[in-house]
């Protein structure tokens, strides 16, 4: 597989042979992928027994007056851990499932191993000691950092890499929930954001491979079970749309609060491997009267399906000191994802509206679990930006074709609220405050990320700032060039000068004055860290040949041009490129 970028063969019978190497590529990937994220998993719930963070594990310690001792030492201990761990990673940082979409989304480079496999670490000790955080999160990256390795072991080009980390990806989500579809659909709609027929068959490879291994293999349970549920009255759907509308803003709290705790924490006279230390401690205090909030919070989603096991207030009080535990853990420091932690928050302020709705009206308490399965959906699909797979999660664990119906009827309206008023998803904002905008689409992401140096041309008529203008067009004439940039004995860059505006100064009688005082105003400059996308748009406000570029605004020590051409070539070949990954010809 030496360049997978490239026409493999000729004709019909290459492509083909290209398409089975991609699937045994995928299933490969999806293999391991799903061992690791078998082992991820359970080596959580280990140890969640072993540190009294599970509720059972909690209800049988032993001796039960040190309990309140262990709950508070546990994360505080777990959060020191985790912050040591993160000297070790590049950049200081955890990475997450962003960091996986902008490796895809702009194809500047592959996952590191060494980042990968410390977040996991660092993810597992979060998890282990009981830090409000999802498991999500950690699996997709560890999924998608095994594709990029996979692939490069194989020397895959970028695109068969992309197609690699998207199988990952979805061979751990089909392993962890039992969901293949749901990982299949995951991996298309949030990493690779499109559905090409060319990664279809190697992403489906892998979760069908994950799902086996899980359920078959291992036996293992999903993530989380909803019980058999009531039918719900016709009138029940307009309550499940509201619903959505609503999960859109809990959401959106949700997201900010995380993003805003962030934010409290860089301004913290507190060094950064110190603060998930303190986090895990408040988090413990705060576990000593409500334990609910501490871990993933499996049981906790399990009771607020179940009529009668949480009351109005309960569920209300557990809902917003486990967003704000989320918010804190996430925001200090602690590695993990956003998914689980807003799978409670949604699935109780589903539980709460259907209590609330249960006591004013004749709805029956067996459509509770409806209604948190509503509002699980309704808050989780606008965090992940990922409707299609939060309606599958729900169909595929539940196989209730009623309960997915009403699911649906709560996304219809999540989404598109949640997009209006905070973004497509968290990640994307997380995307954006780094400098990487998707929402005006990958080829825009992926033009932003490419430099104009590779384009620079010095084929061009340069000349000195206090050349007459007769020398001027003599020069640019013989050339024929009709533009020419001036640029003096320093090389500093002083402006560019036109072949028709020198000649008409020239027939007006001007002929012995300096051509730098007939420089073109409107021209623009460029920076050598400039992006292919940057000098597109700066064509749109002129009409000329090409672009000066210099070494720094600062200097302006002139090194070159970008013709237009040049620039219209790229984005063509961009887009060509683009075309032929997502059709499938490529």
Same mark, same amino acid.
């Given at each position: ?364 308490? &067996?459509? %509770? $679990?409806?209604? #948190?399965?509503? @509002?699980?959906? =309704?808050?989780? /699909?606008?965090?992940?930006?990922? !409707? ?111 072949? &028709?505006? %020198? $000649?008409?100064? #020239?027939?007006? @009688?001007?002929? =012995?004055?300096? /051509?730098?005082?007939?420089?073109? !105003? ?65």
């Amino acid at each position: 597989m030496e360049n997978p970028d490239q026409p493999f063969g000729q004709g019909r019978a290459g492509a083909v042979l290209l398409l089975l190497l991609l699937v045994l590529l995928g299933a490969a990937v999806g293999v391991i992928a799903a061992l690791l994220g078998l082992g991820f998993v359970s080596l959580i719930r280990w140890l969640n027994d072993l540190l009294a963070i599970s509720p059972r594990a909690r209800m049988l310690f032993q001796p039960g007056e040190w309990l309140p001792a262990v709950t508070i030492a546990v994360p505080a201990i777990g959060g020191l851990v985790v912050g040591l761990l993160h000297l070790w990673i590049p950049g200081g940082r955890p990475h997450t499932p962003a960091d996986v979409i902008a490796a895809v989304q702009t194809r500047r480079g592959r996952l590191p191993a060494r980042a990968g496999v410390l977040t996991a670490c660092s993810s597992l000790v979060s998890l282990g000691s009981g830090a409000s955080v999802g498991q999500y999160g950690p699996l997709v990256h560890i999924g998608a950092t095994l594709g990029s390795l996979v692939a490069r072991a194989l020397r895959a080009g970028r695109s068969a890499d992309n197609i690699a980390i998207a199988a990952g990806v979805a061979a751990v989500i089909a392993t962890a929930f039992n969901a293949p579809l749901a990982g299949i659909v995951f991996a298309h709609e949030v990493v690779l954001r499109h559905y090409a027929l060319r990664a279809f068959a190697p992403v489906a490879a892998a979760g069908i491979v994950g799902h086996v291994l899980a359920d078959v293999v291992f036996d293992r349970d999903a993530l989380f079970h909803v019980a058999e549920t009531g039918v719900p009255q016709v009138w029940e759907f307009g309550a499940f749309l509201l619903i959505g509308a609503l999960g859109a803003l809990v959401a959106g709290a949700y997201m900010h609060a995380i993003l805003g705790v962030g934010r409290i924490s860089e301004r913290l006279p507190v060094p950064a491997p110190l603060q998930p230390a303190i986090a895990g401690a408040l988090l413990g205090l705060t576990a000593l009267w409500v334990p609910d909030i501490l871990g993933i919070g499996e049981e906790t989603l399990r009771l607020a399906t179940i009529d009668g096991a949480f009351g109005p207030w309960e569920l209300a009080l557990v809902l917003v000191l486990k967003l704000m535990a989320t918010a804190l853990c996430l925001g200090m420091g602690f590695s993990g994802g956003v998914f689980s932690p807003a799978l409670v928050v949604g699935t109780l302020f589903g539980a709460l509206c259907g209590t609330v709705i249960g006591g004013l009206t004749d709805a029956q308490g &067996a459509t %509770l $679990a409806v209604y #948190a399965v509503c @509002g699980m959906v =309704a808050v989780t /699909a606008p965090v992940i930006g990922a !409707p299609l797979t939060s309606l599958l999660i729900v169909f595929e664990l539940t196989g209730n074709y009623v309960l997915a119906m009403a699911a649906l009827a709560s996304i219809a309206l999540a989404n598109p609220v949640g997009a209006q008023m905070f973004g497509r998803s968290l990640f994307d904002i997380q995307l954006k405050q780094s400098g990487l905008d998707l929402s005006s689409g990958r080829s825009r992401a992926m033009l932003e990320g490419m430099r104009v140096l590779p384009y620079l041309s010095r084929a061009c008529v340069r000349l000195r700032p206090e050349i007459s203008l007769r020398e001027a067009v003599t020069t640019m004439s013989h050339a024929d060039h009709g533009e020419a940039y001036l640029v003096d004995d320093h090389q500093r860059y002083r402006g560019t000068v036109t072949l &028709a505006r %020198l $000649a008409a100064a #020239a027939e007006d @009688g001007a002929a =012995a004055e300096s /051509a730098v005082d007939y420089v073109d !105003p409107g021209r623009p400059v460029l920076p050598q860290t400039a992006s292919v996308w940057e000098a597109m748009g700066e064509l749109q406000h002129f009409a000329g040949e090409a672009i000066a570029v210099v070494e720094d605004r600062r200097s302006q020590r002139f090194l070159g041009v970008i013709y237009e051409s040049a620039l219209t070539r790229a984005y063509l070949d961009k887009t060509e490129e683009l075309r032929r990954e997502e059709y499938g010809s490529g």
